[in-house]
């Protein structure tokens, strides 16, 4: 119940496509879901976060969709860039706890 | 300036031996954590301390063992180390718990790795 599911473990998209990342969860005391960004030989950077009381953010070409009902919530990188290349995790966090549970990552790869 | 920082960044040492690998941040967040980060990029959160006491313990071995002396410095002391501790160790930190929208407070904020290597 604490796992956060991610798929897909990696993708490939063309500079300009749509990139879309997919993360469920079980938990329902889960009430925090942010995502990071990570470059090679760096640590994880907080990239955009959402509460499951609204069904999306938006913030520049990243959207989070949430689904509260299936659980499920997804990331969306609009005109991909190459410098967009890099692993994404989901990752949440229960109610009033400082315990954040990641994903297993999705490698992302963007084709000038 | 940087805001958390570990060293070392790299530690090859022999099966057995013990290592130790410091955190320190400069946020003034009240809570740091130690994650581990094997070589397929899995995230596991080993252990979190707030203001000095620890708060999350994991599943994790007891040569593993962490310290905070102050609320600004975490660090990791491993025993007897095993190939299998061959990965990257992340420290982090926040001063609140997750809130949905981002501030400077609640913004689990990590450091660059300390990548060990155990032969």
């Known amino acids: 119940q604490q796992q956060v599911k991610q798929s897909p473990q990696s993708l490939i998209v063309q500079k300009g496509g749509i990139s879309i990342i997919n993360c469920a969860y079980e938990?329902?005391?889960?009430?925090?879901f942010p995502w990071y960004q990570q470059f090679p030989g760096k640590g994880p950077a907080l990239l955009i976060a959402?509460?499951?009381?609204?069904s999306e953010k938006k913030e520049g070409r990243f959207t989070i969709s949430f689904n509260k009902s299936a659980k499920q919530f997804s990331l969306h990188i609009m005109d991909s860039q190459p410098g967009d290349s890099a692993t994404y995790f989901c990752?949440?966090?229960?109610?009033?706890?400082?315990?954040?549970?990641f994903g297993t990552g999705t490698r992302l790869k963007v084709l000038a | 300036d940087t805001a958390v920082s570990q060293t070392p960044k790299y530690l090859v040492t022999q099966m057995g031996n013990d290592k130790s690998i410091k955190c320190e941040q400069n946020?003034?967040?009240?809570?740091m954590y130690w994650y581990k980060q094997d070589s397929k990029k899995f995230l596991k959160i080993m252990f979190s301390?707030?203001?000095?006491?620890?708060?999350i313990n994991e599943t994790v071995p007891n040569r593993f063992s962490p310290k905070s002396p102050d609320k600004a410095h975490l660090n990791l002391h491993i025993n007897s180390l095993e190939l299998g501790d061959s990965a990257v160790y992340f420290c982090?930190?926040?001063?609140?718990?997750?809130?949905?929208?981002?501030?400077?407070?609640?913004?689990?904020?990590f450091g660059a790795g300390s990548r060990l290597t155990v032969l």
């Open positions: 982090a930190s926040t001063s609140q718990p997750g809130q949905g929208y981002m501030t400077g407070a609640n913004v689990l904020t």
């Open positions: 938990n329902t005391a889960f009430d925090y």
């Open positions: 959402i509460r499951p009381d609204v």
């Open positions: 990752a949440a966090s229960p109610s009033g706890t400082y315990k954040y549970i």
């Open positions: 946020l003034g967040h009240d809570t």
């Open positions: 301390y707030n203001n000095k006491e620890l708060i």
